[in-house]
């Protein structure tokens, strides 16, 4: 099955052929062709340009022809940074945080993460994948085609398996591209409060295994924060990954910069994530690293938390990628075009630099940057038109409005 689209206004982020991601000043570079066209067969973009070097149709078997009326195609988004599978919304600590309290007091007093392992509990796989699936259509209609998704409100061996399962058959059954990783991590459960070794044990003895056994995960994560887990425990978990060809992709300096950095760099990392707190020792890390920081600005806006100063990060020569952290405690949006908003607004980077970062370079962040975040020949067909909009800048600009027309997934239109 051929696929043209035609009239495109402006298609953006094209090419990045042999590059992983983006750095430094590059970040403000984006390749756009005016007045284009593109053809996917088989999923597969497989020629793109200026509509006068067109061919045209030389088969008209088989084929579908999309007219984009003067709209944009942009690659679709790589959300490098999620915890979609989860029971329900928690509003009320949202109300809860508007009368004053903080969401460290809400954690310590059972709300936060233990709450939604509660609530997780008693779901069904059933329950969990179509409440799953539900917000993985939503997000395909503001322009997401790639996503990593977390485990991590399980925190026990069974509410942790039924989580990886159930991002195992939306792997199956979506035409998002979907990254799996293991979070058991993220919080100490209630049981464990005051053997926090023995927990530590079980995800390592227990239900690793049966990650390993089932290829339930492709990356692992931990939450690295004072009153979570420290630098020794995460340095354990992510060696034990490791031995399972889990990569690291890790949540640090959320609150406090205390070493997170280094010890994810030093276990192999391929992302560190949060990053509202950065030192100058972290930025020397980084340095000489592959792994690729990223920011989660929807994070800093629903918790009131600062927000990460990426510009010190570009600054320093280093790449950014953006992602959405859709959960229900700290980010319930997975909208990338709010999260590219804020990226241009609060943490001040031009929207060239928040397209790349969340395309290309959340891409790398997800191990996914040959096949997905830009428009190129040979990789896979995940885009979005537009509606007619005067040009991309118009994406941050116009926060709060979903300017998506179409999306296409492995060449089909959704
Ligand atoms: O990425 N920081 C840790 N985990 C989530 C929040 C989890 C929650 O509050 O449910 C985050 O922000
Ligand atoms: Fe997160």
Redesign the pocket.
Known sequence: MKIIIKNIAQIVQTERKKTSFVYGDNMKKLNVINDGFIEIKDGIITNFGNMKDWNGIEDWNNIEIIDAEGGSVFPSYCDS?T?LVFAES?EREFVDRIKGLS?EQI?NSGG??LN?ARKLENLSEEELYEKAKNRIQKIIQTGTGAVEIKS??GLTTDSEIKILRVIKKLKKTSDITIKSTFLGA?ALPQKYKSNKKAYIELIINEMLPIIADEKLADYIDV?C?KNYFSIEDTIKILNAGQKINLIGKT?VN?FNAFGGVKASVNSGALSV??LEIINQEDINILKGSKCMPTA?PS?SFFLGIPYSPVRKLINNNLPVALAS?Y?????PSGNMNFVISLACIKLKMTPEEAINAATINSAYAMGIEKELGSIDIGKKANLFITKKIPSYNYIPYNFGENVIASTILNGKIQ
Do not use: K, M, T, V
């Open positions: 940074h915890h928690r969401y954690a936060g993460i939604s991590g409100y993220h939450f924060e949540h959320q994530d949060h989660l994070c952290d959960n229900p405690g700290s980010s």
